[in-house]
């Protein structure tokens, strides 16, 4: 849906041009309208190190938004609440039926001792604070926060998605979803339960190194999901700077895309740029979130989505799919499997 106007659009407020040139799809069987990207929250939470001071953010928050981004995803993780807590600032400015926002339940702490919490009363008690934090009565979208790390699909079938459920009548969240990486273990869950999910999330699976995600999207459609993509970049991977410290990419892998970020370098083209238009290039994905806390960042995100690639862009994207990613091998590409290492053992921080 390309011209029309979303149901989040408010005249005088929004820059009608920007809003009229932006894509937006109906978020699964949801009244949801969104963008084809949205703000993902991690930048905000200090996740990556390139956000600005708060005012930056929160300029940056509303000219998104004007801009027509309508969907905002964040996490009590991403930042042990900092995330939260500044959108909760940035979002005072800015009228609230002009966005939609989803956040999450079920993943907290800063080592992996702590991480992850499926228990009952740890879920509602972390739910209300980042209401609290948010500064708002409700948010749209409340999902499960990795949940393969509960490493065992039939208790969040069949005890967390209930759970979910009961704050979702509550009226303190409208829809459900579920957020996770492995994506078998999705259809997992979502064939065992009787809750009806209305949402997916899943991250740095339509990347140029991993393409996984598009195998699954019939099988998301025929059940009537909603699908967000998450880390277009692989986490900093495909970024000419490259990943933040603590991404568990092999030393393969890392070489792999710097080769592509050095290449990218040389002709003046930012990879991370060319790695979002990949992923924005999947029509049955219904937005795709975008991190950033600095203006600089913004308007490179708001140029692609309004006018594409340029032409050496475009040369630089073949040439990169034709070279230096064409066959990767799929074992160098797996990385989660150090962060599975890595939880099963409990005994390293994460991020």
């Not at 969907?71 to 959108?87: H, M, N, R, W």
């Amino acid at each position: 849906m390309e011209g029309a106007l979303p149901p989040t659009y408010l005249p005088g407020w929004h820059n009608e041009e920007k809003v009229r040139r932006m894509r937006y799809a109906t978020l699964g069987k949801t009244d949801l309208v969104v963008s084809q990207a949205g703000i993902g929250g991690a930048v905000v939470g200090n996740v990556y190190p390139d956000a600005g001071g708060l005012e930056e953010i929160y300029q940056c928050i509303e000219q998104a938004l004007k801009a027509g981004l309508n969907y905002i995803d964040t996490a009590p993780f991403y930042g042990q609440g900092k995330s939260e807590e500044v959108l909760g600032k940035a979002l005072r400015r800015v009228p609230r039926h002009t966005y939609y926002i989803g956040t999450k339940v079920g993943r907290y702490g800063a080592t992996w001792e702590t991480a992850f919490d499926f228990s009952e009363e740890r879920i509602l008690a972390e739910f209300d604070l980042s209401l609290r934090r948010l500064q708002l009565p409700y948010v749209d979208l409340v999902q499960i926060h990795d949940f393969e790390f509960a490493q065992d699909p039939a208790r969040i079938a069949k005890e967390t998605l209930p759970l979910v459920e009961k704050i979702v009548a509550s009226g303190r969240a409208r829809y459900i979803g579920i957020t996770g990486f492995n994506l078998e273990e999705f259809h997992k869950v979502l064939d065992m339960t009787e809750t009806k999910v209305d949402a997916v999330l899943n991250f740095a699976r339509n990347v140029f190194v991993d393409t996984a995600m598009k195998d699954h999207l019939g099988y998301f459609q025929s059940k009537n999901l909603g699908i967000i993509n998450a880390s277009p970049t692989n986490m900093g991977l495909l970024t000419n700077a490259g990943p933040p410290p603590w991404h568990p990419a092999t030393a393969p892998l890392r070489e792999l895309c710097s080769r592509a970020g050095r290449l990218c370098q040389e002709r003046g083209v930012e990879l991370g740029k060319l790695s979002v238009w990949h992923n924005l290039a999947t029509p049955e994905i219904h937005t795709t979130l975008l991190g950033f806390g600095n203006l600089k960042v913004l308007e490179l995100n708001l140029s692609l989505l309004l006018n594409g690639l340029t032409s050496e862009e475009e040369k630089m994207y073949r040439e990169l799919q034709e070279t230096v990613f064409k066959d990767v091998d799929p074992e160098v590409a797996d990385w989660m499997k150090v962060w599975m290492e890595q939880f099963n053992s409990r005994d390293k921080t994460i991020s």
